[in-house]
């Protein structure tokens, strides 16, 4: 079985750009999730996504925001990049219906902005 | 909100056991107990979860004190490749936001 696998793995931009990350799900699972990890701090809930809806969003600005597709892939976008969102981007996923059960990690696309 | 609270590190030697501790005293009833790991330059990794059993895989154990406001993970032997930093979250049907953001975990370091 395919693990969550996300692209770029690494990405470098410059400050006022825009970027687009994409991440798909393990097979069979409809929940995705992005996190932000800056370098040295925790795991920062960005957006869930299910069945194609925003479920939830952590608290971050709208110029983070994302989608997903029908076949249950996603894409993270941030408009106008700052220094601080140079960090690791981490996508899981999980499978329907069950809101607690265990998270699957990609390993993640780390962002430079400069 | 739900939260936990971790030993920012802890160091272990080869071969022995490690216990990594975990308080969320403000557990809810139908909150899951879930724990990861991170090695370096990966993502988070599940290692096990519970509810209100202890519970084994072929990981680690989880014991979940009686009143579920503590627990800890159980490595039996823990091994150079253990060294990783370890995440205990809590996360329950409704997937409020604050109990989808991980902490910053526990570094765990393991020696000769």
């Known amino acids: 079985e395919a693990g969550v696998t996300q692209s770029p793995t690494h990405l470098i931009k410059t400050r006022g750009q825009q970027v687009t990350l994409r991440c798909s799900p393990i097979?069979?699972?409809?929940?995705v999730y992005w996190y932000q990890q800056a370098l040295g701090l925790g795991l920062q809930f960005l957006l869930w996504?299910?069945?194609?809806?925003?479920?939830n969003r952590g608290n971050f600005p709208p110029r983070f925001s994302g989608r997903q597709f029908p076949n249950y892939s996603s894409e993270l976008n941030v408009n106008a990049l700052e220094l601080e969102d140079s960090a690791l981007y981490l996508c899981?996923?999980?499978?329907?219906?069950?809101?607690?059960?265990?998270?699957?990690f990609g390993n993640g696309t780390r962002l430079t902005v400069t | 909100d739900a939260k936990t609270t971790q030993p920012n590190s802890m160091e272990s030697n080869e071969e022995e056991p490690v216990h990594l501790p975990c308080n969320h005293s403000t557990i809810s009833g139908t909150d899951y107990i879930h724990w990861y790991r991170q090695l370096p330059s990966q993502g988070p990794e599940y290692v096990i979860h519970?509810?209100?059993s202890n519970v084994n895989n072929r990981m680690a154990s989880l014991a979940i004190a009686e009143d579920r406001k503590s627990s800890t993970l159980i490595l039996h032997r823990a091994t150079l490749r253990d060294a990783a930093v370890y995440y205990c979250?809590?996360?329950?049907?409704?997937?409020?936001?604050?109990?989808?953001?991980f902490g910053t975990g526990t570094r765990l370091q393991v020696t000769l």
């Open positions: 996504y299910d069945e194609g809806e925003e479920r």
């Open positions: 979250i809590l996360r329950d049907e409704s997937g409020t936001a604050s109990k989808l953001t």
């Open positions: 519970g509810l209100t």
């Open positions: 097979s069979g699972h409809t929940s």
């Open positions: 899981a996923s999980s499978p329907p219906g069950l809101y607690n059960s265990p998270l699957h």
